[in-house]
């Protein structure tokens, strides 16, 4: 279990964060306040409704998952194209490169608690074992349902390359990961990758793995770019001004993938709600999206298919609104538009 809470803050690690702009009164902060509005009073209900009170919040049978098909996947193309397995777990394939952003493809989102957060498909471990070699990994934060102990050592012999939120690092190192291929980002910085341009965006959120190491790591979301495409991961976090900013300064978008799900009144302002999660791309200048961060696990009270019911809903008259199922091959110039969850 020790292993779970992955590397340990020391003296130089906190020498190092502190000279982030974003590191104030010994740990990250957000751009702006932010609180989770869980009182000690009110967690004991929280924790009851979180774990026995289940109806609604679960498939009722597990969600299937398309199978890999890596010579279509690997098949050149001039548009990118990408996989998604539930929750904010995303294989894409752009510029002729395999990019897999926040691989938590384990069975279970709370491996730490005395209950399972069990995901909602089954076996997705073993999809590891086809995926074709991982030009990079990406890393948004460190929270379970992103960064997965179990996903990280099976991916290990195939990932040629690292870069995590500032912070992250440190849990890679400790789980073997050698320091040399692993590059971490503060906001905004950008780094030149095999012809595309990725920049680490700002986002409105917490990290930690254990008691002792909340806002001990950063947390934000992604900004690729080539010569002929745009596209943008929010990252998990509440609506705030940030998303302007990336638009201003990084946007516009082709595609984004956007935040959706897991939401709730005492903690809206660390998980969007899906009508902000759509407010969220106009602002950022997104023309197309897709709703993420659902239909992975039950993290909040809200049944499985709420997020995306509203999410498409509130899309409807504003933007174009991919959803695809979960494993499915697709790019963003086409439609794909079933509502498989129905």
């Known amino acids: 279990m020790i292993k779970q809470f992955g590397g340990k803050l020391t003296k130089e690690l906190i020498e190092r964060y502190s000279q982030s702009p974003n590191w104030k009164n010994g740990k990250f902060e957000n751009l702006e306040d932010t609180n989770m509005s869980i009182s000690l ?6 924790l009851y409704k979180q774990f026995f009170e289940n109806k609604g919040r679960m498939p009722e049978t597990p969600i299937s998952v398309i199978p890999f098909n890596k010579q279509e996947f690997l098949k050149p193309s001039d548009k990118a194209k990408f996989i998604w397995y539930g929750h904010s777990a995303i294989l894409m394939r752009m510029n002729n490169k395999t990019i897999l952003i926040d691989p938590m ?6 491996p730490i608690a005395p ?4 995901r909602f498909s089954k076996n997705t471990l073993n999809l590891i074992d086809d995926f074709p070699e991982i030009d990079l990994l990406l890393l948004s934060h460190d929270h379970y349902d992103h960064l997965d102990l179990a996903s990280i050592e099976r991916l290990r012999p195939k990932v040629k390359q690292y870069y995590t939120a500032l912070g992250c690092g440190r849990h890679l190192e400790h789980w073997g990961i050698d320091p040399s291929i692993i590059e971490e980002f503060d906001w905004w910085d950008t780094s030149e990758f095999e012809g595309i341009e990725i920049t680490f965006t700002p986002s409105r959120h917490f990290s930690g793995r254990g008691l002792t190491d909340r ?7 992604w900004a690729f770019k080539t010569e002929s495409e ?5 990252g998990d976090g509440g609506y705030g001004k940030h998303f302007k900013e990336v638009g201003e300064r990084l946007g516009p978008f082709d595609f984004g993938f956007m ?6 009144e005492q903690w809206h302002q660390i998980h969007m709600y899906p009508e902000e999660a759509i407010q969220a791309a106009q602002d950022a200048k997104v023309e197309k999206v897709m709703a993420v961060h659902w239909a992975g696990f039950k993290l909040a009270q809200h049944t499985w298919q709420e997020p995306i019911e509203r999410f498409s809903e509130a899309a409807q008259i504003k933007l174009t609104n991919l959803t695809p199922q979960v494993g499915e091959l697709c790019n963003y110039s086409e439609n794909f538009t079933e509502r498989w969850w129905s």
């Open 41 to 46: 009073a009110s967690m004991p209900k929280l």
């Open 105 to 110: 493809l384990g069975p279970d989102a709370a």
């Open 115 to 118: 209950f399972k957060t069990a």
């Open 215 to 221: 806002f001990k790591s950063l947390w934000g979301g």
């Open 230 to 234: 745009n596209i943008y991961f929010s």
């Open 259 to 264: 935040e959706c799900g897991q939401y709730n």
